[in-house]
């Protein structure tokens, strides 16, 4: 197949997947009533599922997946998913290891994964690891693995509208011949509060650790790793609307050999409150969208650090657009700035906020003691 033909393939492929996401009221979104996993329908009469089990079961004394139909969460506990559900949704096919039909809330207990590894030719065109036609939620403290390869589109977390963070720790690989996308919402947030997230995305044409499409992103806790490595197209390790970045870590990192960027924004501001981050793209580390504000106001309480190139090896303090624009809206490959670092300055109390207080006791003490002996001596 020549370049021409692979590039015609792989906009198709994108277009059927982008078909996926026709605008649907907002009001619709509602508790998922049923959960698909490895083929297995849950539901209020049949809850559990057990590793293995063709079908969910209505009672189980050992279960790896138990969905409370009352409140549409999802609780995996050592879940081994192999095998992938498939749902029409506006009159597209989806395959997912975990599929909702609605809002739901996903309990992560000890430790579970999903895994797929695709036939050439035979590959579903849309393959989710965690997929919720609404909103999503993730929390608990168990781990989930999701390890998915294919010669189409693979998404790891994808939620219609929004996704929130709270807990759990999640590693993704994922491998996509035309696309490869980490964290996906749709038309609403992405909120991160904790938990932890590392994910390892490649894709030919596409690939993005985090893509809030029209919405916001926003971190208050946790932690996030991204590194998204496109062969022939563009990558980005965070791409979203607008970006509020208050608290947690994030470590993005977007390489390849076409339109790499650690993080891009299209509008509004780069809110920066407070948050350790580290972004580098082997082409440019930060990028602002034609509709969006750049960053020229350093916070009081941050440091902001720059370099030119994406190892942050000679990085300097970053004040002002002098040392350097932050948040270009076009690309100059001479003046790019690869990496740049965020971090909160640690304010120092008590002691070693009054380093005048210990050298005026220090003093007092010496002085107090060359009159004690003198004192001693007169004595003798």
Request: proline share 3%.
């Amino acid at each position: 197949m020549n370049g021409g033909t692979a590039r015609r393939m792989g906009s198709l492929l994108l277009a059927a997947a982008l078909a996926l996401c026709l605008p649907l009221p907002h009001a619709l979104a509602a508790g998922a009533a049923e959960v698909l996993i490895n083929q297995a329908t849950l539901t209020a009469a049949t809850p559990y599922w057990a590793n293995g089990a063709a079908s969910a079961q209505a009672t189980l004394s050992n279960w790896n997946a138990y969905f409370d139909a009352a409140t549409s969460t999802l609780t995996l506990k050592n879940a081994v998913i192999n095998t992938l559900s498939n749902k029409s949704y506006q009159g597209n096919l989806a395959y997912g290891g975990v599929m909702g039909d609605g809002d739901y809330t996903l309990t992560l207990l000890g430790d579970s994964s999903i895994t797929y590894s695709g036939t050439p030719g035979s590959d579903p065109t849309n393959m989710f690891g965690v997929f919720a036609w609404g909103r999503l939620t993730v929390q608990g403290s168990g781990t989930l693995d999701i390890r998915q390869s294919t010669s189409r589109i693979v998404t790891g977390l994808y939620s219609y509208l929004s996704m929130t963070l709270n807990g759990g720790v999640i590693t993704m690989d994922l491998d996509g011949t035309v696309r490869s996308d980490a964290l996906v919402a749709r038309f609403e947030e992405i909120l991160v509060t904790g938990g932890q997230v590392t994910a390892a995305c490649e894709g030919g044409i596409y690939c993005k650790g985090l893509y809030a499409w029209d919405g916001m992103f926003r971190i208050t806790g946790g932690s996030l790793t991204f590194t998204a490595n496109s062969t022939t197209g563009s990558s980005y390790g965070i791409d979203a609307y607008s970006i509020s970045l208050e608290g947690g870590t994030i470590q993005s990192k977007a390489t390849g050999t076409g339109d790499t960027r650690g993080l891009y924004y299209h509008t509004g501001a780069l809110d920066l409150v407070a948050c350790n981050a580290v972004f580098t793209g082997d082409k440019i580390a930060i990028m602002r969208g034609y509709s969006a504000e750049p960053f020229t106001a350093l916070p009081a309480e941050m440091n902001v650090y720059a370099a030119a190139g994406t190892d942050g090896s000679g990085k300097w303090p970053w004040y002002s657009p002098a040392d350097g624009e932050l948040t270009p809206r076009t690309y100059s490959a001479a003046d790019a700035l690869r990496y740049v670092e965020f971090s909160p300055i640690v304010p120092q109390t008590g002691d070693a906020a009054m380093p005048w207080l210990w050298a005026g006791v220090a003093l007092i003490m010496l002085i107090a003691g060359m009159i004690l002996g003198r004192h001693t001596r007169k004595k003798c």
